[in-house]
């Protein structure tokens, strides 16, 4: 399965802290992205790294791809209550001359007060 | 800009029934996927419609169908329902094909959340 795995599936943090969170997926990719969901509604797409990227930064949100390890991070500096979301990666697939984006199981992120 | 939004926002129907989402994409994106997400299975894609015209699709039976109509609007028909399809059922609009690929970014809806009893 192409499908990426993301590591842990829980973290629960106080906030001001970090939060870092790994995904590690099986075939080669073009780019990976991570996308936030916030209890049981819809996915909100965070960035977008592309294969020759290894290092991408939007506001408090680090991510870095190492095609060689088939493995991105997501980290979150600075943590708030805000933060409290389900964290996916998502990679490219194509399978029977369709793509598809294929998600990890997520990481369910908790920052208390 | 208004944001995708997906209709209706909750729905139950029983084992057999069949039922159809619908989905409004960001005005101007051309692309709708559909991705089905359980606790079991996580977040899985159903297809992508572009121009009308399904591009990608994934495993799912066919008892799930699609189509997009000229306005870029897309629904979404399961068929004889079984108590597995129980699920959020998200759609996500991008401005053009393969967003599903990663080369146009994806905005989500805020899902169907769709109970079979």
């Known amino acids: 399965s192409q499908q990426g795995e993301e590591d842990p599936q829980a973290l629960s943090i106080q906030e001001g802290e970090n939060a870092t969170m790994n995904c590690s997926y099986k075939t080669s990719i073009n780019n990976l992205q991570w996308y936030r969901q916030n209890s049981g509604r819809g996915l909100v797409h965070l960035i977008l790294i592309r294969s020759n990227e290894r290092e991408k930064h939007s506001g408090r949100l680090r991510v870095t791809l190492d095609t060689s390890k088939k493995s991105s991070s997501l980290l979150i500096t600075a943590s708030r209550a805000a933060d409290t979301a389900s964290y996916f990666c998502a990679t490219p697939y194509t399978q029977g001359g369709s793509e598809k984006l294929v998600f990890g199981k997520g990481t369910k992120l908790t920052v208390n007060p | 800009k208004a944001g995708v939004t997906q209709t209706p926002r909750y729905l139950i129907k029983t084992r057999g029934q069949q039922v159809t989402l619908s989905c409004s994409p960001i005005?101007?994106?051309?692309?709708v996927s559909w991705y089905q997400q359980t606790p079991g299975q996580g977040l899985q894609f159903l297809f992508e419609?572009?121009?009308?015209?399904?591009?990608n699709k994934g495993n799912f039976p066919g008892r799930f169908s699609g189509r997009q109509f000229s306005n870029s609007r897309s629904e979404m028909n399961v068929s004889t329902l079984e108590l597995g399809d129980s699920a959020l059922y998200l759609c996500?609009?991008?401005?053009?094909?393969?967003?599903?690929?990663?080369?146009?970014?994806?905005?989500f809806g805020p899902g169907t959340r769709l109970t079979v009893l």
């Open positions: 005005s101007g994106h051309r692309s």
């Open positions: 419609y572009f121009s009308e015209t399904q591009r």
């Open positions: 996500a609009s991008s401005l053009g094909l393969a967003g599903v690929a990663g080369r146009n970014e994806q905005f």
